[in-house]
């Protein structure tokens, strides 16, 4: 995607990416997520002859919705799309103009997007893929699903559950060509490939790394620590196991190990 204008404006509070992509210069255009802040991406459409058309929305969450309406304000011509369980779990809030599902495509120039549906951290999250007609390989906006070096938590407002999120990223994002470059909504970008090698979650499930057996305690509550990595914001991401055998993706900050 040589020719593809990607240009990223990081959220300095929530580390969270709101994104402007085109096929080139002076060309159609649209944003993916509008946590802000946006003012820099403003700039960029007018400063590279771009015609935003679109806000295609990844999830509910507020910071990445949060500037919906200064992108709105510039072009209010813009059609701000989300899933439906999406905008459902955003009620009155939700600043949609109208619904982009699994499985649907919108062409922008020589580029296409297809709306992955990746459940897990929200029930309506949608993946972004990107590519360009001819070429082998694209970029996939995973959201809130997968970052580099980490995954998404199962915690947070209108989460599925833990199966969703391995089955999101392992039989849905992992199953896209190695070259695929990740823009994740928080933080810096990765390809498929190196998440498939260096992602320690991804590793485990893999099958190369074992999973850890360490008590711990989680929200208060008896666990396992089955791995604690990295996660975007500097800090961890856990997965535990409960007693009942069942699988969780928590904040480290939320775990207690016993030693």
Request: hydrophobic share 40%; net charge negative.
């Amino acid at each position: 995607m040589a020719s593809v204008i990607v240009e990223r404006s990081l959220h300095p509070q929530f580390v969270s990416n709101t994104f402007l992509v085109a096929d080139g210069d002076g060309g159609p255009a649209f944003f993916v997520d509008a946590g802000g802040p946006v003012a820099p991406l403003i700039e960029a459409a007018d400063r590279l002859g771009l015609t935003p058309t679109h806000v295609l929305l990844t999830h509910h969450h507020y910071d990445h919705v949060c500037e919906v309406d200064r992108l709105l304000a510039r072009w209010p011509g813009l059609e701000v799309l989300i899933s439906e369980r999406e905008h459902e779990l955003l009620g009155e809030a939700s600043p949609a103009t109208g619904r982009i599902e699994p499985g649907d495509r919108l062409r922008f120039g020589a580029l296409e997007a297809r709306a992955l549906h990746t459940p897990g951290h929200t029930a309506g999250m949608l993946s972004l893929l990107v590519t360009e007609a001819g070429a082998q390989a694209g970029a996939v906006f995973t959201g809130d699903t997968l970052f580099k070096s980490s995954v998404g938590g199962v915690r947070a407002s209108g989460h599925t559950t833990y199966a969703d999120l391995r089955h999101s990223i392992m039989d849905t994002l992992m199953g896209l060509p190695p070259p695929t470059v990740v823009h994740p909504g928080h933080a810096d970008s990765t390809t498929v490939a190196r998440e498939w090698e260096d992602n320690a979650f991804i590793r485990v499930w893999r099958g190369l790394d074992p999973e850890g057996a360490e008590p711990c305690t989680a929200f208060g509550e008896p666990a396992t620590l089955v791995l604690l990595g990295a996660d975007y914001d500097g800090g961890t991401k856990a997965w535990v196991r409960w007693p009942d055998g069942s699988d969780d993706i928590v904040p480290g900050s939320k775990v207690e190990r016993a030693g």
